[in-house]
């Protein structure tokens, strides 16, 4: 445990100004969680830094008396890497939200990490730039999250995630030091690749301050298809066969029968409350029917919608092959949005309906039908209903368990004994245990099941590494740091 940090607040009023030091505990109650809203920690101050130079006085403190520190982004994690577990400071990233430099000739932007994600892509859009990882979260998500938690999102299967934009990161070390992990540059092979390391790390090493993104022109036509199969093997069958088939999607997207019922029921209850206008709008888009077991999207984009024409037909008559109920074009930008709109919408359906508990596997393309099968039957064998949506053209999705009426021992008994068999169940394939949300505190079990001892053990090396006081985010990523 470190030091209490509260007899500290004057120090760091010194510092920040009595504005940015939080201290009641209405004020510090929203710091408390993230998204994972099962669990939640009390932090004992909450400290907003406006730049670079104050969060390294600030850790200076901390290193100095021993105070632990967790940074805090948009607060949108799923795994509780926001969460302090161990109470002490949050410091929160807000205040560092400049957009300092639109380079065209070079194409790359650089930004404060506290910027809103969707931020970065309306200022690049006006010069026809374009950064394409999209989070679903990328109103309320910041850019500091999405780095450290080597975030990606629908366009991740043509265009890659994140940490494949950064050129170059500056870093607060735990201690204090400010630096720079590499050059602005495209190309570099000069040693140890410590940008890299910093991506994903979760706040455990250091708060990012700054980023260097390359980014690329903006496409500038899009279409997307929907396709409904009553076949999960069909389905998944024709996701391996997209890209046999020289297809180059720039989004391959899946949700499965739980979850179309889900947002199907969110729909109804909302349709019941609104206007008669704005239902009829709403129904534009014909409702899924009722033999339909999984619901694919499939984009494509690029310069000439010609080519993109034929590529959704490509794609078409493959569905076909794989006898497809029902397939749905959309051209046109509001087209596009009502087409997804059951991909769009579940996350948020779930997360307004229910306590859930998300596990973000990661795995080979091809064993998407057995992931499926296999989340079914951990769910009905602890009584849990669980949705599948998500990246499949990635082989990644997102399994949610819902903790519906379960009381709150139950839940985490039942959970816990869930999300073990799921970790086995995609490791046995070859898989990861997150491919997108990262560990925090809610994965930590998963990791000695993914790891050996060895990689465990150069984890935690680093870790002692850059903070040797463990001060920063204790109780993430390593299970054994948990103190
Ligand atoms: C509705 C919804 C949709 C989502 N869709 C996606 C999606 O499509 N793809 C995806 O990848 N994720 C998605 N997520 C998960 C989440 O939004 C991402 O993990 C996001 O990257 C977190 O960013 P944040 O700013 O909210 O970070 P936070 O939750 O605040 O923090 C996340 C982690 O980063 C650390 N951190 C934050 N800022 C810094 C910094 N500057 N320096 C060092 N460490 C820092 C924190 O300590 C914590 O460990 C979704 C979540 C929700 C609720």
Sequence with gaps: MGNSVLKYKDVFVSLLGERYVLSESEQLEGYAQD?????????????????????????????????????????????????????????????????????QSNMTVTVETGVITQEVNEQLMQYGLWLPPDPGSAAFCQIGGNLSEMAAGPKSVKYGAFKDYVLNLQVVLPDGRITWTGANVRKLACGYNLTQLMLGSEGTLGIITRVVFKVVPLPKEEILVRLAFSSLQNACDMICKVFEAGLTPSELEFIDRDSIDAVSAAKKEASNAIDANSK??????????????????????????????????????????????????????????????????????IMEATIFRDIDLSFPRSAL????????????KYGLRTVCFGHCGDGNIH????????????????????????????????????GEHGIG???????????????????QGIKTLFDPKNILNPGKIIPDLSR
């Excluded at 039908?369 to 009905?380: A, C, H, L, S, Y």
Aim: hydrophobic share 40%.
């Design 35 to 103: 998204e994972t809203r099962d669990l939640g920690y009390l932090p004992e101050l909450v400290l907003k830094p406006k730049n670079s130079a104050e969060i390294s006085q600030v850790l200076t403190v901390c290193h100095r008396e021993g105070l632990t520190v967790t940074p805090r982004g948009g607060g949108s994690g799923v795994s509780g890497g926001a969460q302090p577990v161990e109470g002490g400071i949050v410091l929160c990233m807000e205040r560092l939200n400049s957009i300092c430099d639109i380079n």
């Design 399 to 434: 399994i949610q368990l819902l903790r519906d009426e379960l009381e709150d021992a139950k839940w985490d008994e039942l959970s816990t004994l869930a999300v073990t068999e799921l970790y086995e169940l995609t490791t046995a394939h070859g898989g990861a245990i997150s």
């Design 280 to 349: 009829s709008a709403s129904e534009v888009v014909k409702e899924v029917s009722d033999n339909t077991e999984v619901l694919l999207w499939i984009g494509f984009d690029g310069a000439n919608r010609d080519l993109l024409l034929e590529d959704a037909e490509t794609a078409a008559d493959l569905a076909q092959a794989y006898g497809v109920l029902e397939v749905l074009v959309a051209q046109e930008p509001a087209q596009k949005r009502r087409l997804w709109e059951y991909r769009h919408l579940i996350g948020k359906t």
């Design 369 to 380: 039908r057995d992931i499926v099968v296999g989340t079914k039957q951990v769910g009905e």
């Design 441 to 459: 505190c809610v994965a930590t079990l998963g990791m000695s099941l993914m790891f050996s001892e060895v990689q465990l053990e150069l984890m």
